[in-house]
């Protein structure tokens, strides 16, 4: 090695060291010093950013009652944190997937979907006292200060242009720290924490290592845009009897008798909540998505799956080659779709290589063929902007530019599906929700689920969000969630 060389290696190994030492801070529940690139001031400015992406992605649940039930029992968990002055928000969103999650600043997030699984309030307050000790303790903070560190970045991997992204309106921060992983050690913390968090505030420890019960035998779903439990919290065989061994530790010490589980509390508040996926935001029908609530339908090309979200519609080629994506316009992209379509050829890295207005089934559009440079090399994009409805819709087809070709009949066969959706059937759609029913004294889940109109959910779906024996005979009073089909 060359003098020269050899002091240029010094140099910048004594910047690393320096880095390292001024990026390490105290850990809020530790106190031991840290690795992380990034102040609690910016952790913050990152979930206020995230906050708003998130909801545009999956929704909040439209039940204010709930929303200010769920925000009242996760402040009390956060005051009773190791950072309760952090700017806290906690939030019901739309979707049927199992999950809960949390946003560096203390911005926490349950689904419906698991809400529907719990059976009292004690298990939600350990629930969100598990999220609120990944916060506390700033796992995904060190996550991405060891990301950045690395230069190995957050990146989903997606072949969307950022031009298309922004017009499409899809999000980006918040969607990439849902999709950090947490390490073994970061769960076993988050579980401690969650433990010590819902015991300060009287809920019984006990409750979650029941709850946890709920996802033995879960697999991940394919295609989700939200992971579930299991995908994002990587969860050891003997996770259930640690939480049940430390929960049973703490009352025994605490000698208290007054643990509340509040069942009756909670319980009630799920009725009429949706259960599963929501019709009337879009679903597949025999080769095609339609969406009711906005009046339109398109063909999916033969074999492609299929992704819905609040704020996209993909179409993906099995084999990741190609993609559809369906997306609403924001407002201040443009007032027309000639508009929308010149504004994005005139971004950075992106070429309107030909095009021009067009009528696709009656709707005024702009189609154009778009020639973008991305990370991974050029991106060919068959875009239609179609307005309908008082709203302009993107419908972007896209393929790498050397397979675009292989794949432009099936984007163009998309792009020219899209139409005015008028079946009355389709329209009139309605969801599945959650019926809460105080049984009779004898009556078993079984019996139940045999008198009601049960017709597309299955006396395993219903054994699996009580978690009772679907033939004990039930003490009378006892709360059963059922579900009462939608119309369909």
Known sequence: MSLRLWVRVHLFSVLILCMLLVACSRNPVTGARQLTLISEGQEIAMGQESHPEVLAQFGMVEDKALQSYFSNIGNELAKASHRPNLPWQFTVVDSSVVNAFAVPGGFIYLTRGILEHMNNEAEMAGVLGHEIGHVTARHSVTQMSQGQLLNLGLGLGSILSPAFQQVGGLAQLGLQILMLKYSRDDERQADQLGLDYMAKCGYDPMQMSKFFQVFVGMREESGQSIPNWLSSHPSPPDRIQKTSEEGARIKRESGRQDYKINA?????????????????????????????????????PQGWEVENTKSAVIFAEPQGGAMVQLSLVPPEAGQSPDAVAQKIGRQEGHQL??????????????????????ESGIIGVRAAFISHGGNIYQVAGLAPESAFSRYSRALDGALASFRTLTDQSLLSVQPDKVKMYRARRGESLRSLAKSMDQSRITLEDLERINRIDPDQPLSAGTWVKLVQPGRR
């Open 264 to 300: 009756d509390e909670f319980l009630p508040r799920l009725d009429s909540l949706v259960y599963g996926d929501n019709p009337r935001e879009g679903f597949v029908e025999q080769g095609r998505f339609v969406h009711p609530d906005l009046r339109f339908q398109l063909d999916i």
């Open 353 to 374: 290589v030909s095009g021009g207005s067009a009528q696709i089934n009656g709707n005024p559009a702009y189609v154009g063929l778009y020639r973008v440079q991305s």
